[in-house]
């Protein structure tokens, strides 16, 4: 990683897209907070959704490193989310009923739980997704993913889900959330793949 800062700092690339998984993505950061660019200029790492399973902990020094990074020398990391609570602040009451619901029960369970990491919200509509192919692809006798389309797509927690004939996603929100210092992820704004 070293190596990949001083070609960072050398180009004085602002934004930087790394490929890798969520521990290369830890010492990619602890790097580039270590680097001696002249002058030290901004830099935003853009990665994927496996930043979502980094956690840091206080005990430890590499983690801690990362949050300085973070903190204190302009690294700034953001990634595409599975999902987040905060996708649903400023949308309508109606789309947001499913995922209200589904927060109120959530915290009447977990009381000590957070919902940032987005995987309780993607549990949740990977069974609903899967209780309502079989129910309705059942009654059609064929793919049972091909039923989730249009007017019977999954009004999800994470979104409506409305697949297409090969099961993929159409136009599916995605969150782009940012890493904080102390390993929580904030909701910065949701990409649309029609915008």
Known sequence: MRHITTQICASRFSQVFFAGRSDA???LVVELGER???PNFPI???TGTDASTLTLSSGDEIDQQFAAAVRDAQVTVLFTGHAHPDQWRD????DAQPFNQFRDRFNEEFPDSALDDGQAMMAHDAVAAAVQAIRDGGEAGGNLWLSMHGPNRLNGVTGPIDL???????DKPVPILRIEPD???SFVRMSNPRQ
């Open 164 to 170: 297409d004939d090969f099961g993929n996603t159409i």
């Open 91 to 94: 949308r309508q009451a109606d």
């Open 44 to 46: 935003t790492v853009v």
């Open 25 to 27: 993505l830890r010492d």
């Open 183 to 185: 390993g929580s992820r």
């Open 36 to 38: 001696n660019c002249n």
